[in-house]
């Protein structure tokens, strides 16, 4: 190995993370403000949490389940405390809560962040990702899970993606299980872990799967025929209803029919599909549960939900102390929760997958230069910056050629050249850097110009 690659390895980015040089940070950024700005058109406010937790908080039995505890990231500090980096938003969002029972529900709030999870790599999905994440803490209502639907919607619409919804209720999960006779809990989950693989795996392997976990060929058998179903989603609810002898499964199907209502109510345009095999990798969803994805994701080999989230009835209520009895007699909803995560990670590799004109690399305004009145230049960039526009200077003394090079490269729009010539009549020269047109203006003049792109 040659000195230069062995330096390369030394210095490459741990891997499952990545560096982002101005352009890409710069269109990171504008993506990220889209998703804010819909997130606070919709009503809700920030709220920041630390990147890692007590590794007590992350490893609850009623918070991620093991499946996710196997991707935390492990950490002691020098008092020997045990701590972990945060593998989502939820779960610092309840403890928060938890702790805070004097907010004002329902609590709308979104949190922007880095998570962490220690997992396998593949187009789409990496160790270090960004969630954006919206909650509606304190109703059990649906209308709020339509809500956030629609909210989706209209964050896809303005990036430009053409997605799909696949939705389904845990409740009606569960319900099927207890119909194939599966009712010991944790063979539940074991069960619905392993469904939810179906569309990436097929039967087969599923079925391997299934055995290894010690469920019966029987009650998979029985699982298939009850979701041997219409592709419809009106007649897939009814065929389900039929085959399905539950009050769960009824209570379930008709919370599906009701949140597709309510996303139509609230101008959700995303087509909805629902997805009875989905069930999400989170013990904690209680109800309703969803997915987003690209519509042409096999096109281009990015199958990662761009969006997922769900119902979370209890989680809350179990971080602030509450029994399972004292939640099932219960008919306060003060921690009733229902969620969505946008991962902008996907969404950038979706965007740039499709070829968006949002990754268009932005012009900065202005490049100021002076020839011999170095102190003239800050002076003229002082005036540009109170007028809103963006303005840089050159501070290393470079001859016309070297700084004309350098604004183009770095993709300014206007170049302000300042001379003993134009300090002594009290005028700038401004060039177009796409047209090479040159003016001589005052320098009001000159600010007028470049804020009309004209």
Do not use: H
Not at 309 to 314: F, I, L, S
């Amino acid at each position: 190995m040659d000195k230069e690659t062995e330096l390369e390895q030394y210095l490459a980015a741990p891997k499952g993370t990545r560096d982002f040089g101005p352009k890409q940070a710069a269109s990171r950024l504008k993506v990220e403000n889209i998703i804010r700005e819909q997130f606070e058109l919709y009503g809700f406010t920030p709220l920041q949490t630390p990147v890692f937790e007590n590794m007590a908080v992350l490893e609850a039995k009623f918070a991620g389940g093991e499946e996710i505890l196997k991707e935390t990231y492990k950490l002691t500090d020098l008092a020997q405390r045990k701590l972990g980096l945060r593998y989502d938003l939820t779960v610092p969002l309840c403890r928060y809560v938890a702790t805070n029972s004097a907010i004002a529900r329902p609590f709308k709030r979104y949190t922007i962040g880095n998570v962490y999870r220690d997992g396998p790599l593949k187009t789409g999905r990496y160790r270090e990702f960004i969630q954006c994440d919206v909650d509606i803490i304190g109703t059990g209502q649906l209308i709020a899970d339509g809500e956030l639907l629609s909210l989706a919607s209209s964050i896809f619409e303005k990036l430009g993606l053409q997605v799909i919804v696949k939705l389904n209720n845990r409740k009606l999960l569960f319900a099927i299980m207890q119909q194939a006779a599966i009712n010991q809990r944790r063979m539940q989950l074991d069960g619905l872990l392993i469904l939810d693989k179906l569309e990436k795996v097929g039967w087969q392997q599923v079925e391997e799967q299934w055995t290894e976990k010690g469920l019966s060929k029987e009650s998979l058998d029985k699982i298939k025929t009850i979701l041997n179903v219409s592709q419809d989603n009106s007649s897939m609810l009814n065929e389900l209803s039929a085959k399905i002898d539950s009050e769960q499964a009824k209570q379930a199907i008709e919370e599906l029919k009701q949140i597709i209502l309510w996303a139509k109510e609230f101008g959700c345009s995303m087509p909805i599909k629902i997805e009875p095999t989905l069930s999400r990798g989170l013990d904690y969803y209680t109800g309703s549960i969803f997915e987003i994805v690209l519509m042409d994701g096999q096109k281009y080999l990015i199958t990662s939900s761009l969006s997922a989230g769900g119902r979370y009835d209890n989680l809350i209520a179990k971080f602030a102390g509450k029994t399972e009895t004292e939640q099932n007699n219960s008919t306060d909803t003060t921690f009733n929760a229902v969620g969505i995560s946008f991962g902008l990670d996907v969404i950038m590799d979706c965007l740039q997958a499709t070829e968006s004109k949002l990754l268009a690399e932005e012009k900065m305004d202005a490049f100021v230069f002076t020839i011999k009145l170095d102190k003239e230049a800050a002076t003229v960039a002082n005036e540009l910056r109170k007028n809103g526009i963006r303005t840089q200077v050159d501070l290393l003394s470079r001859n016309v050629s070297k700084n004309l090079e350098y604004a183009a490269k770095n993709n300014f729009r206007y170049a302000i050249i300042i001379g003993p010539a134009e300090q002594k009549e009290g005028v700038v020269k401004i060039r177009n850097l796409s047209s090479g047109l040159e003016d001589t203006l005052k320098l009001n003049d000159a600010i007028i110009k470049i804020k009309n792109n004209s």
